[in-house]
């Protein structure tokens, strides 16, 4: 059983440590917060992109086949089916960008302010801690 003297003595030399580094705990906790935040408002990583065009290059070519079996070959002739599935692709694609450009502007008026935020926040405090190791290093 530790005497209660000892744990007195460890408590007081933890509050000392921790009030000694606030601003250096504060910083560290930062960091780990503002990664976390920043990928969370990114608009689309490379994970994202790919995932959405793949899954939107399926759909894609499954309701072409469907668009092709159910609607042109009862009610298009032959001769010009051929420009009923250019026409469908052409308008796939522009209904695929015109989401892809609503979607963006959602996140540019949504979440760009606040990753611009966090983006000076950690230039902040990087130039901080920059400071802070130049005061020690010419101490």
Same mark, same amino acid.
């Given at each position: 059983?530790?005497?209660?003297?000892?744990?007195?003595?460890?408590?007081?030399?933890?509050?000392?440590?921790?009030?000694?580094?606030?601003?250096?705990?504060?910083?560290?906790?930062?960091?780990?917060?503002?990664?976390?935040?920043?990928?969370?408002?990114?608009?689309?990583?490379?994970?994202?992109?790919?995932?959405? &065009?793949?899954?939107?290059?399926?759909?894609?070519?499954?309701? &072409?086949?469907?668009?092709?079996?159910?609607?042109?070959?009862?009610?298009?002739?032959?001769?010009?089916?051929?420009?009923?599935?250019?026409?469908?692709?052409?308008?796939?694609?522009?209904?695929?960008?015109? &989401?892809?450009?609503?979607?963006?502007?959602?996140?540019?008026?949504?979440?760009?302010?606040?990753?611009?935020?966090?983006?000076?926040?950690?230039?902040?405090?990087?130039?901080?801690?920059?400071?802070?190791?130049?005061?020690?290093?010419?101490?």
């Amino acid at each position: 059983m530790k005497s209660p003297r000892l744990q007195v003595d460890r408590e007081t030399q933890f509050k000392t440590v921790l009030e000694s580094n606030q601003d250096r705990i504060y910083r560290i906790c930062c960091c780990y917060i503002r990664d976390e935040a920043e990928a969370r408002h990114r608009f689309m990583g490379p994970q994202a992109c790919w995932l959405a &065009g793949s899954g939107l290059m399926v759909l894609g070519v499954v309701s &072409g086949v469907y668009f092709d079996d159910a609607f042109l070959r009862r009610y298009v002739d032959p001769e010009h089916q051929a420009l009923g599935i250019a026409l469908y692709g052409l308008g796939y694609l522009l209904v695929c960008a015109a &989401g892809f450009t609503f979607t963006y502007r959602n996140w540019r008026r949504d979440k760009a302010p606040l990753l611009a935020d966090i983006q000076q926040l950690k230039a902040e405090l990087t130039a901080d801690e920059a400071d802070a190791s130049s005061e020690t290093d010419t101490s």
